[in-house]
C-alpha cells in the first residue's frame, strides 16, 4: 500500500491484488494481462465448489483427558494409577476388550459401528511441552518452533490451495478468536459470533471506501508514519474482508432451515452454524470451533465427563445435520486438544498437563476403525503416556486426502500418512 | 478552567465527563504536595532521573498524544497543548506521580460489602430458607461484581490516575485471575486492589503477594497443593508466565517449585477468603529449585525466581512491548532489566524511564498499537465527551474480548492485531454508531425485519398482528450482538454527545475540509492519513446532501446537524484508523 502499485500482482498486498484481479478481469485483455504464477491455475487437484471436500476442525482447549475420552478399561494399571477419575468398567462404551469411548460419547459410539469415525490413538511429538500456549503453538503450526516458524497450517494450507482464488471466508471460525492454526498474513480468516450481527449498520457504500480503495484517494508516503502505515494496511485489508464475507455468511445463516435438533451450548451453536455454510456451498473450505473447559486439574469427573456429553451430542447433532446433504457428507470434521493429561491423578481429584492423546477424525469419506497404537500405561515418558503417532501425520493425511494439496509444502516436512481417508 | 484533578464519587452511575483527566496542569494544583506510593520528586538541582533525555525529546502535539494514549487512555484534543507547553518532565512527573484528589467528592477505592448474613446462619437455615439465601447470595456476587468493574472504569475515563489504571490492566493480564473460576467477586476485589497499590512500585513484592494472594491460589488449584500429592498448576504458571518465560526452566524445576508451593492455601468465611499457610500440609523435605537446593517454602520460591537473569528480563519485556505495542529488540530489553535488577524491581521507575525515551517517541511506534477494547471504548468515552453508563464500557469490552477479571486463560489477553477479526472490527464500529445515537434498537428491527423477508420466515409464519410481527422481530433482534449495548443506552436514557456540532459551531468550520480536519483530530487518537482525509471529505459531502444541509450552514447548531455529524463520527469511528493509538 505505501508503494505505488506496480503491475505485479505477487509483489502486492493481498487487497491490492484482489483489486488488481478485478480490474483485470474486467479488462477484455484481462487474461493476457496475468502474469505466469496467476494464470497457471489452481495448484491443488481437488477444485474448491460441490464435489470439493470440507474440513471442520473441533477444537478441545485446556488438555483433554485422552485415558478419559478413549479409556482403555481393560488396563487394570488404569484403575491403579486412577483411584477417583476413572471410570467403572460398566459405564465404559466398549469398542473392544481393551478400550471403549467416555459414556458421554454415546453418538459417537454410533458413527464408529458405521465405518464413519476413525480413532487415531497416542497423538502428540517429540519433546512434548506441557504448557497451553507452547504446545498450542505445536499443533497449530505443525512445527516444534510453534509460531516463530510462521503461519498456522490451515492458513498454510489456504496459501497453498487458494491462493489464486483468495476470498476471505475461505476460512472460518466461529465464536470469536480464530485459534492461530487459521492465521495467515496473505489469507486471514474470518472470525464471528454470530452470522446475525455480522454487518456493519451504517452506510455500507461509505464504509466500504475505508478499506484498501481508499489509496485510490492518493497516497502519503511520509517516513514518520511508517509504524501507524503498516498497521493501517492490515486493518484496511479487515475491512475489505469483513465486508466481503458479511453478505454471504448472514445470508447462509438466515435462511436456513434443519429439522435437527441441538443442545443448546456453545459449541452446538458454532456447529449449527457451520452446517447452514457448508449446506449453502458458500466456498468455505475449512471450518473451525473451539470449546474449552478441559483443563482438569481438581474434581475432574464431573467436570470431564459434562464437557463429553456436550461434545457427543453436539456432534451427534451437527453429523446428523450433514448427513441430509451432498455437501454434508463430504465434509471431515477433525477433534484434537493441544495435549493429554497425566496417567496418575493429582492431589485434587485431576489429573495435571500431559503428552498424548487421541484425535478423531470423522465423516462419510472416512475408514473408520482404530489408527496409531494405544499408548502403554506402564512404559511412560517422564509420568505421560508416550506418543504412538505423530498428529501431524494425521495433518498430513488430510491435506492430501480432502484438498489434494502437497502436505510437505504445507507442513515442511514428509510425515507418514495413515489410510483412514 | 475545568479543574483537572476534581473527581467523581463513588458509586455514581453514569460517568460525570465534564471532569475531564488528561487536563493540564492547573496554578491551584502545581504546587501541591504530591504523594502515593512514590517518593516525591528530587529537589531542584538534584539529579532527576531521565532529565537528560527529557531534552533529547521530540516534544509536540504528536508525542503528548501519545503519551497519554499510551500511559493513560487518551485526551482530549483540546488539552493538548497546555501539556505541549508543559513540557515532558511535568507530564511525566503527573502521571508518575499524580496529585492526590482530596476533599468532597474524591474517589475511593472500590469496598467489597460482605454478605448481610453470617456463615453460622447459612449453616443454621435449612430448605427453602437456605435456597433464599443461595438466592441473595448469588444477586449480591453479580451486583457488587458489576458495581466494581463500573467503578474502575469510571475511574479509567474520569483520568484520575492514568498511569496507574494502565498499570494495573496490564498486571491483571500478568497476574490473571478470571472470576469464572474463583466464583467469590471479594477475591477479585482483593486482589485488584493488591495489584493496583503495587503497579508502579516493587514488582518483587507484588510477586511475594500474588503467592499469597487467595484468588491467584484459588484460580491455579493451589489449595488443592499438599504434601505427597502436588498440583503443579501455579508451579507452572508462576515460572512460564508470571516471572521467567518458556524456556528459562525445567520440567524437574517446576514439580520441586509446586513441591515449595504445597500448604499455600486460603481460609474462606463464606464470601471472603484470606490467605492461610498450612504447616501440615507442607512438604518440608530438600528440593532443589533452579540449582538452589534447600527446604523451600513459597517466599523462598519468589526470592530464588527474583535472583534468575531471566526475570528482570522477561518484565522489563512485558512492560516495553505492553506500553510501546511493538516487539522490543533483546539490547534495549537487557538495558531496562539491568536497571530493574539495580532498583530492586522497581516499575515505576522502569516506566518513568520509558517514558521519557526517545525511543519511545520512534516512527515505528507512534500511532502502530492497536487499541485494545478498553482503549478504544475509554478513549472514544474521552474523546466525544460522551456521558456513556459504565456498564455499557464494561459490556461493550467484553463484546469485543476483553472482558475485565474474566480473561480467556491463564496468559491473558494477547495484544496487538489479536483483538481485531472482521467481526470485532465490524462490531466496533456498530458500538461506535451506538455510541453517537446513530445505531439503535430501531435500527436493529429493521435490519431484523429485512432478515426475516430474505429468510422467508414471514411466508411461513402467515398472516401477522402487529404485535405477533414486533414479538418474532424481539426475538431475531436478540442475536444481534449489538442489540444488548443498545437496550443498556435505551434503559439509561442515554443522550448521545453534541462535542461535533460545538466543535464545528465554535471554530466555525464552514467547508468539508474544514470539518474533517477538526473531527478527526477530535475523535481519533492518531494523525489519519492525508488519503483519508480526502475520502472523509467525499463522505461528509455526501451526508450533508442527505441531511440538505449547505456547508455554509456547517456551523449551526441544530438538531439537523447534530444527526449529520453523528453519522460521519459514526463512519469515522468505525475506520482502521479508529483501531490504532
Known amino acids: 500500500m505505501l508503494g505505488v502499485p506496480e503491475a505485479h500482482p505477487m509483489n502486492l498486498h493481498k487487497s491490492d491484488r484482489r483489486s488488481f484481479l478485478r480490474a483485470a478481469a474486467a479488462s477484455a485483455a484481462g487474461a493476457a494481462f496475468l502474469p505466469q504464477a496467476l494464470a497457471s491455475g489452481a495448484r491443488c487437484q481437488l477444485l474448491p465448489g460441490e464435489t470439493g471436500k470440507n474440513l471442520v476442525l473441533v477444537q478441545l482447549s485446556g488438555g483433554n483427558d485422552g485415558l478419559a475420552t478413549v479409556i482403555p478399561h481393560g488396563d487394570d494399571e488404569l484403575r491403579r494409577r486412577r483411584r477417583t477419575t476413572v471410570h467403572k468398567a460398566s459405564e465404559v462404551l466398549k469398542l473392544d476388550d481393551y478400550r471403549g469411548l467416555n459414556p458421554g460419547l454415546r453418538s459417537l459410539r454410533g458413527r464408529f459401528d458405521e465405518g464413519q469415525l476413525a480413532i487415531v490413538e497416542g497423538c502428540g511429538y517429540p519433546d512434548a511441552i506441557r504448557s497451553h500456549f507452547k504446545s498450542y503453538e505445536v499443533w497449530h503450526t505443525g512445527h516444534r518452533a510453534g509460531r516463530i516458524s510462521g503461519d498456522g497450517w490451515v492458513g498454510r494450507l489456504a496459501a497453498t490451495c487458494w491462493a489464486d482464488e483468495p476470498r476471505p471466508d475461505r476460512v472460518v471460525h466461529f465464536g470469536g478468536k480464530a485459534p492461530y492454526s487459521l492465521f495467515s498474513r496473505e489469507q486471514p480468516p474470518v472470525a464471528l459470533a454470530s452470522p446475525t450481527g455480522y454487518r456493519w449498520f451504517g452506510d455500507e457504500d461509505a464504509y466500504a471506501q475505508g478499506g484498501a480503495a481508499i489509496c485510490e484517494h492518493g497516497m502519503e508516503r511520509d517516513p514518520r508514519h511508517v509504524g501507524r502505515d503498516d498497521a493501517l494496511q492490515r486493518l484496511r485489508a479487515t475491512l475489505d474482508d469483513a465486508r466481503e464475507s458479511s453478505g454471504r455468511i448472514r445470508g447462509a445463516a438466515a435462511t436456513y432451515r434443519t429439522e435437527v435438533e441441538y443442545p443448546k451450548t456453545r459449541l452446538s451453536a458454532g456447529l449449527r452454524d457451520v452446517a447452514a455454510l457448508v449446506n449453502a456451498r458458500s466456498g468455505t473450505q475449512v471450518f473451525s470451533v473451539a470449546d474449552r473447559g478441559y483443563d482438569t486439574h481438581s474434581r475432574q469427573r464431573q467436570a470431564h465427563d459434562r464437557k463429553m456429553q456436550d461434545l457427543g451430542d453436539g456432534l451427534g447433532a451437527f453429523l446428523e445435520d450433514l448427513d441430509r446433504s451432498e455437501a454434508g457428507r463430504n465434509t471431515v470434521v477433525l477433534v484434537f486438544s493441544e495435549f493429554g493429561r497425566r496417567v496418575a491423578e493429582n492431589g485434587s481429584s485431576g489429573h495435571d498437563h500431559g503428552k498424548a492423546g487421541p484425535m478423531f477424525v470423522l465423516g462419510h469419506s472416512v475408514k473408520g476403525g482404530l489408527y496409531g497404537a494405544h499408548p502403554s500405561l506402564t512404559q511412560l515418558d517422564a509420568g505421560d503416556l508416550a506418543f504412538t503417532t505423530d498428529f501431524r501425520s494425521v495433518y498430513a493425511t488430510l491435506i492430501g486426502g480432502l484438498f489434494g494439496a502437497d502436505p510437505a509444502q504445507v507442513l515442511g516436512a514428509d510425515y507418514p500418512l495413515l489410510p483412514l481417508i | ?581
Open chain 2, 1 to 581: 478552567m475545568i479543574h483537572p484533578f476534581h473527581s467523581i464519587s463513588a458509586g455514581h452511575l453514569l460517568l460525570t465527563l465534564t471532569l475531564l483527566g488528561g487536563g493540564p496542569p492547573s496554578a491551584d494544583t502545581t504546587n501541591a504536595a504530591p504523594s502515593g506510593p512514590v517518593p516525591p520528586p528530587a529537589a531542584v538541582g538534584e539529579w532527576v532521573p531521565g532529565e537528560e533525555e527529557a531534552h533529547a525529546l521530540p516534544w509536540d502535539r504528536r508525542s503528548v498524544e501519545h503519551v497519554w494514549n499510551r500511559a493513560g487512555f487518551g485526551i482530549r484534543a483540546e488539552d493538548v497543548d497546555a501539556w505541549v507547553e508543559a513540557g515532558p518532565r511535568a507530564l511525566v512527573d503527573h502521571l508518575v506521580r499524580p496529585r492526590p484528589s482530596a476533599g468532597e467528592g474524591a474517589r475511593v477505592p472500590y469496598r467489597y460489602d460482605p454478605l448481610p448474613y453470617t456463615a453460622a446462619e447459612y449453616s443454621r437455615s435449612a430448605g427453602d430458607e437456605k435456597r433464599e439465601l443461595r438466592k441473595q447470595r448469588n444477586r449480591w456476587f453479580k451486583d457488587q461484581f458489576a458495581a466494581f468493574r463500573e467503578d474502575w472504569v469510571e475511574g479509567m475515563v474520569a483520568g484520575e490516575d492514568p498511569l496507574r489504571d494502565r498499570m494495573t490492566l496490564m498486571w491483571h493480564g500478568v497476574f490473571t485471575s478470571s472470576l469464572e473460576t474463583v466464583k467469590r467477586p471479594s477475591l477479585i476485589i482483593q486482589q485488584h486492589q493488591t495489584i493496583r497499590s503495587r503497579a508502579l512500585g516493587s514488582y518483587s513484592e507484588l510477586l511475594h503477594e500474588m503467592l499469597q494472594d487467595p484468588a491467584l491460589l484459588v484460580y491455579l488449584d493451589n489449595d488443592d497443593n499438599r504434601k505427597g500429592r502436588p498440583n503443579e498448576n501455579l508451579a507452572r504458571e508462576v515460572m512460564e508466565l508470571f516471572s521467567l518465560g518458556e524456556g528459562n526452566y525445567g520440567e524437574v524445576d517446576i514439580s520441586e517449585a509446586a513441591r515449595s508451593l504445597t500448604g499455600a492455601g486460603v481460609a474462606s468465611a463464606l464470601d471472603v477468603a484470606t490467605y492461610r499457610f498450612n504447616p501440615k500440609r507442607h512438604d518440608d523435605d530438600a528440593k532443589t529449585i533452579l540449582g538452589v537446593r534447600g527446604s523451600h517454602g513459597p517466599a523462598d520460591l519468589a526470592d530464588i525466581l527474583l535472583g534468575q537473569p531471566a526475570c528482570a528480563s522477561y518484565i522489563a519485556r512485558t512492560v516495553i512491548e505492553y506500553l510501546e505495542g511493538v516487539p522490543a529488540g533483546d539490547e534495549r530489553v537487557e538495558e531496562y532489566a539491568a536497571r530493574l535488577r539495580e532498583t530492586g524491581y522497581d516499575v515505576g521507575y522502569l516506566v518513568e524511564r520509558l517514558l521519557l525515551d526517545p525511543r519511545f517517541y520512534r516512527d515505528e511506534v507512534i500511532g502502530a498499537r492497536i487499541a485494545s477494547p478498553i482503549d478504544f471504548l475509554v478513549g472514544s468515552a474521552i474523546r466525544l465527551e460522551a456521558k456513556l453508563p459504565a456498564r455499557f464500557i464494561v459490556e461493550a469490552a467484553a463484546d469485543l474480548g476483553q472482558d475485565l477479571f474474566q480473561p480467556p486463560n491463564v496468559k491473558g489477553w494477547d495484544e496487538g492485531l489479536a483483538w481485531i477479526t472482521t467481526s470485532t472490527f465490524m462490531m466496533r464500529g456498530n458500538i461506535a454508531g451506538a455510541i453517537v445515537g446513530a445505531v439503535d434498537i430501531e435500527t436493529l428491527r429493521a435490519d431484523a425485519t429485512d432478515m426475516m423477508e430474505m429468510s422467508g420466515a414471514m411466508d411461513e409464519m402467515g398472516p401477522m398482528t402487529g404485535k405477533q410481527k414486533r414479538r418474532a422481530e424481539g426475538q431475531q433482534i436478540k442475536r444481534y450482538e449489538v442489540a444488548g449495548l443498545a437496550s443498556i443506552l435505551r434503559q439509561a436514557k442515554y443522550e448521545p454527545s453534541s462535542m461535533e456540532a460545538r466543535a464545528v459551531r465554535d471554530a466555525g468550520a464552514s467547508s468539508d475540509r474544514e470539518v474533517v480536519e477538526l473531527l478527526t483530530e477530535r475523535l481519533l487518537a492518531i494523525e489519519p492519513p492525508e488519503e483519508a482525509l480526502q475520502m472523509l471529505e467525499l463522505q461528509l459531502r455526501e451526508i450533508r446532501e442527505k441531511y440538505e444541509i449547505e456547508a455554509a450552514d456547517l456551523p449551526r447548531f441544530r438538531r439537523k446537524n447534530q444527526r449529520a455529524l453523528h453519522d460521519f463520527s459514526h463512519l469515522v469511528l468505525s475506520l482502521p484508523e479508529a483501531q490504532l493509538h
